[in-house]
């Protein structure tokens, strides 16, 4: 069945440093979306990418969908300690979800 | 903070012993789907339901059963309760149209969080 994986499983950074994860699925998805969990809370929608190749920012958020539609990344620049949370990609109608990227970051 | 609201917040049962999750969608949106949690997981998909009618299922066993009532809240039983369900409840509204396999926002409530002892 449908996979999808996510790397890094952890990231810990300093504070202004850029993070980046990676979603990667074993088939072609029709769209993908981006969740964040803070610690103790719920997961939040944060965009969904249709297109192949799309590219969409949110502030200092920055989402791809790969020209092959297999997989996806969320970039922040500049972390601030706002950011912390593990984010989640999930694909396509049943909403598989990756194990997520536990971000944090130190002050 | 999202208009979907779940109870209870908190539970404890008995390996064996049934249990019931509910959950209200948000205001005008027509489907709601649950989820499981454990800890350090992703949230699994465990069925959708839109328009009063199972839409999708996901890996989990007859014993996880739902409802969807005509106001669009629903509700998640679950039977013969295992050590292994004690996890996180999600539920999550959208507004779907129609019964076609796309995907739509999801707005998740808080959780019901399940121990089975």
């Known amino acids: 069945g449908q996979q999808v994986m996510q790397i890094p499983q952890y990231q810990h950074v300093q504070e202004g440093e850029d993070f980046t994860t990676y979603c990667n699925s074993s088939?072609?998805?029709?769209?993908i979306q981006w969740y964040k969990q803070r610690p103790g809370g719920h997961p939040v929608f944060l965009i969904q990418?249709?297109?192949?190749?799309e590219v969409k920012k949110q502030k200092r958020l920055t989402f791809q969908f790969g020209e092959a539609k297999k997989n996806s990344s969320l970039h922040i620049t500049a972390t601030q300690t706002t950011d912390v949370g593990t984010y989640f990609c999930a694909g396509s109608f049943v909403m598989r979800f990756g194990a997520g990227t536990r971000l944090t970051v130190k002050p | 903070e999202t208009g979907v609201t779940q109870s209870p917040t908190h539970l404890i049962k008995t390996r064996g012993q049934q249990v019931t999750l509910r959950c209200s969608s948000q205001s005008g949106h027509n489907t709601v789907s649950w989820y499981q949690q454990a800890l350090g997981q992703g949230p699994q998909f465990i069925f959708q339901y839109y328009r009063e009618e199972e839409n999708g299922r996901g890996n989990f066993p007859p014993r996880f059963s739902g409802l969807q009532f005509p106001n669009y809240s629903s509700e998640l039983n679950v039977n013969a309760l295992e050590l292994d369900d004690s996890a996180l409840y999600l539920c999550?509204?959208?507004?779907?149209?129609?019964?076609?396999?796309?995907?739509?926002?999801?707005?998740f409530g808080p959780g019901t969080r399940l121990t089975v002892t």
């Open positions: 999550a509204s959208s507004r779907q149209q129609g019964l076609a396999h796309s995907s739509y926002e999801q707005y």
């Open positions: 990418l249709v297109k192949s190749g």
């Open positions: 088939t072609t998805l029709s769209n």
